[in-house]
């Protein structure tokens, strides 16, 4: 039987032509099968036996299966989140939505946060990590990803706690925004891939299309929510959206069209990824 080090070189190979990080995937997958961490991995269970359970946890990736769902969590903001295919898998790009509340808001903690398409909870969670004093609401139309999010605010007690609450909403009704109210900071990341976009088979093939997909210009969903920001807003409320590189011209101007102040942030690769709207202040 191969040791842990021999495997993770096979593994590595074969994974190759599937990932751009296929060591770094391979040394994952490993540390899941030992129940350690990659730290522990490295440093300890390099001359250990091949776990039994390795093989299909490399067939699964290799079969293009995100990492995050085979292992069921992933890290967002220093916060572990659990995963799932029924909710998105929360990317670096989105705690620039997070920086962008942290930086804005200084001074001026918000007290009612609103995350809009909550999914797995990261935006909120994370929001509410930085921000103690505030309660915060997560929507979402899907059941099951809501269910994701209530147990990641629950591990993360210290973060979240009884302070996040969960509400099955759609957007798309017209009476959606009943009882909602208003709040200080609204996140953000709806759905912005164009229906036809060609996506990576990691990504089309097991993240869920709904959190996705948003009309021939990805713009469908920024429709609907962006004129109605203006309704969830306190006078003093920041909302911050979440939008693809090329969209921020457009997202900008649905904002404006509604009388609302916009600015734009830029992710760490300096690419355009967060709107902030506001009220004009006359």
């Known amino acids: 039987m191969a040791d842990?080090?021999?495997?993770?070189?096979?593994?590595?190979?074969?994974l190759a032509a599937t990932s751009d990080t296929a060591r770094?995937?391979?040394?994952?997958?490993?540390?899941?099968?030992?129940?350690?961490?990659?730290?522990?991995?490295?440093l300890h269970h390099m001359r250990d036996p091949e776990p039994e359970s390795f093989a299909q946890l490399i067939a699964r990736r290799e079969a293009h299966e995100p990492v995050a769902y085979i292992v069921g969590s992933t890290d967002f903001y220093g916060l572990e989140l659990a995963v799932s295919p029924a909710v998105l898998i929360?990317?670096?790009?989105?705690e620039t939505v997070i920086e962008a509340a942290r930086t804005a808001l200084e001074g001026r903690p918000p007290q009612r946060i609103l995350d809009l398409g909550t999914?797995?909870?990261?935006?909120?969670?994370?929001?509410l990590?930085?921000?103690?004093?505030?309660?915060?609401?997560?929507?979402?139309?899907?059941g099951d990803a809501l269910a994701v999010a209530a147990a990641n605010a629950a591990r993360h007690?210290?973060?979240?706690?009884?302070?996040?609450?969960?509400?099955?909403?759609d957007w798309t009704r017209d009476d959606w925004r009943t009882d909602l109210g208003r709040f200080d900071l609204i996140l953000a990341n709806p759905p912005y891939v164009e229906d036809d976009a060609e996506l990576d088979t990691s990504v089309h093939a097991f993240e869920p299309a709904g959190a996705l997909f948003?009309?021939?210009?990805?713009?469908?969903?920024?429709?609907?929510?962006v004129p109605q920001l203006p309704?969830?807003?306190?006078?003093?409320?920041?909302?911050?959206v979440e939008i693809g590189y090329t969209q921020s011209e457009a997202v900008m101007a649905l904002g404006e069209a509604v009388n609302l102040s916009t600015r734009l942030y830029r992710d760490l690769a300096n690419r355009p990824r967060v709107v902030a709207f506001s009220h004009v202040v006359h």
């Open 4 to 14: 842990v080090a021999a495997a993770l070189r096979a593994a590595t190979e074969r």
């Open 24 to 42: 770094l995937d391979a040394e994952v997958l490993m540390a899941h099968a030992l129940n350690a961490t990659r730290s522990q991995l490295l």
């Open 90 to 94: 929360p990317r670096g790009d989105s």
């Open 119 to 127: 999914g797995s909870g990261a935006l909120l969670i994370a929001a």
């Open 129 to 142: 990590s930085l921000f103690p004093e505030a309660e915060g609401l997560g929507i979402d139309r899907s």
């Open 157 to 169: 007690p210290q973060a979240a706690g009884t302070r996040a609450a969960f509400r099955p909403v």
């Open 214 to 225: 948003s009309g021939p210009d990805g713009l469908d969903d920024y429709r609907i929510l």
């Open 231 to 240: 309704e969830l807003l306190t006078p003093g409320g920041l909302a911050l």
